[in-house]
C-alpha cells in the first residue's frame, strides 16, 4: 500500500486524513510494487528499501543515510493539520517500536467516548506480510472512519506492520523473515519451507517485538490481523464466536482451521497458547483493490463496536 494513503504525524499528534485522495496512490504503489517484483532482484529490493529513496509511488521518503528514528511520522498525512479539522479529529499517533530498517512503526489510537461500556482495548493490523497490500488498504480505510466517529472500545490500528516489506513489496521484512513465523509460539520451530524463514529465535525481529509488546503494554484481547489471499474469518482462541458474526456480515465462509501449520504464528501465540480473541481477515485481493474494504467494512466496524 501507498504509505502516503496511511496517516502519521509526531508521536503523540493528532491526525486527520483526506479520504479522496489516497486511493489512485494506493493502486499505483501496487502497479509499481508489481513491476518491482518482475524487474528487480532481491538485493536492489533491500537497497531500494535501505535507501528509503522515494518508496512506494515516490511519496514515502525517507534520507539516504539518515537515522528515520529521529524523523517520527514519515507516513505522511495526505493534508496537513489545521484548525478547521480539529473537531473531526479522533485519534492520536502514536509509534510503537521500529522495522529492522529503522523505520517508525505507526499505529492510530482512538479512544472510546466516555459513556462506552468499558471493554479490553483491541488491535487491528495489516501488512504483517509486505506484499499484501489490500491489509494496509483495510486498516487505512477503517481509520478514515474511526476519526470522525470513534469506536465503542479503545483501538489500535497499525496500517503497515511490516512497513520494510510493504515498501519493497516483499512478503517478508527486511532481514528475508516471515513475520507470522517469528512469533513465541509453543511450536514455534526453526524448521521451514523455503520463504517461510522464522528467525534465528522466536521473535527476533523487531516488527513482531513491537507487536508483542503492544499488546501486553495495554492488555489488549480482541486482535485482529488483516491478511491476503484468501476468503475467510480464520479465528484462533476465544475468536470464534466473533469471527463468525464478521463473516456473517461480510458474506465471508468462517473456520478455525487455515489447512496448513502455522507454527509461530500471530494466531498460535495469542489465540491458541494465551487463548485471547483472534480474528484473522483472509480477502481475496493480494493487490490494493477497494473491494477489500468494502466487503469487510461491516465487519471491522463491528470490531471495535462501532454499529455497521
Not at 484468501?230 to 458474506?251: C, I, P, S, T
Not at 477489500?292 to 471491522?300: D, H, I, K, Q
Given at each position: ?63 539516504p543515510r ?17 484548525p ?5 479529529v ?21 479512544r ?32 478514515e ?19 520494510d ?20 509460539s ?14 534465528a ?108
Amino acid at each position: 500500500m501507498d504509505p502516503a494513503a496511511l496517516v502519521g504525524g509526531r508521536q503523540g499528534r493528532r491526525v486527520a486524513v483526506d479520504p479522496e485522495r489516497g486511493l489512485h496512490r494506493v493502486r499505483r504503489a501496487a502497479r509499481e510494487g508489481r513491476h518491482r517484483r518482475r524487474h528487480q532482484g532481491d538485493a536492489e529490493r533491500r537497497a531500494h528499501a535501505a535507501l528509503g529513496d522515494g518508496g512506494v509511488g515516490g511519496l514515502h521518503r525517507l534520507r539516504p543515510r539518515h537515522d528515520p528514528r529521529q524523523e517520527p511520522g514519515t507516513l505522511v498525512a495526505s493534508r496537513a493539520i489545521g484548525p478547521r479539522y480539529a473537531s473531526r479529529v479522533a485519534g492520536t499517533d502514536e509509534i510503537i517500536g521500529t522495522t529492522a530498517l529503522g523505520r517508525p512503526i505507526e499505529a492510530i489510537r482512538f479512544r472510546p467516548p466516555s459513556y462506552a461500556k468499558p471493554r479490553p482495548p483491541a488491535i487491528i493490523f495489516g501488512a504483517l506480510h509486505g506484499d499484501e497490500p489490500s491489509s494496509a488498504l483495510q486498516a487505512q480505510r477503517l481509520i478514515e472512519e474511526l476519526l470522525d466517529r470513534p469506536p465503542g472500545r479503545e483501538t489500535w490500528i497499525i496500517p503497515a506492520a511490516n512497513l520494510d516489506g510493504l515498501l519493497a513489496g516483499t512478503k517478508n521484512n527486511a532481514n528475508d523473515v516471515d513475520l507470522n513465523r517469528n512469533f513465541a509460539s509453543s511450536n514455534w520451530t526453526a524448521e521451514h519451507k523455503g520463504g517461510y524463514f522464522p528467525g534465528a529465535t522466536p521473535e527476533s525481529e523487531p516488527e513482531s517485538r513491537a507487536l508483542a509488546a503492544l499488546i501486553d503494554k495495554i492488555g489488549a484481547e480482541r486482535l485482529v490481523a488483516l491478511h491476503a489471499t484468501f476468503k475467510v474469518m480464520n479465528w484462533d482462541g476465544r475468536g470464534r464466536e466473533l469471527a463468525e458474526e464478521m463473516a456473517r456480515l461480510a458474506g465471508y465462509p468462517a473456520s478455525g482451521d487455515i489447512g496448513y501449520p502455522t507454527p509461530g504464528s500471530f494466531g498460535t501465540k495469542y489465540g491458541v497458547d494465551r487463548g485471547l480473541e483472534v480474528v484473522t481477515v483472509e480477502v481475496p485481493y493480494l493487490e490494493a483493490d477497494e473491494r477489500a474494504w468494502t466487503e469487510t467494512r461491516s465487519a471491522l466496524r463491528w470490531a471495535v463496536d462501532l454499529p455497521t
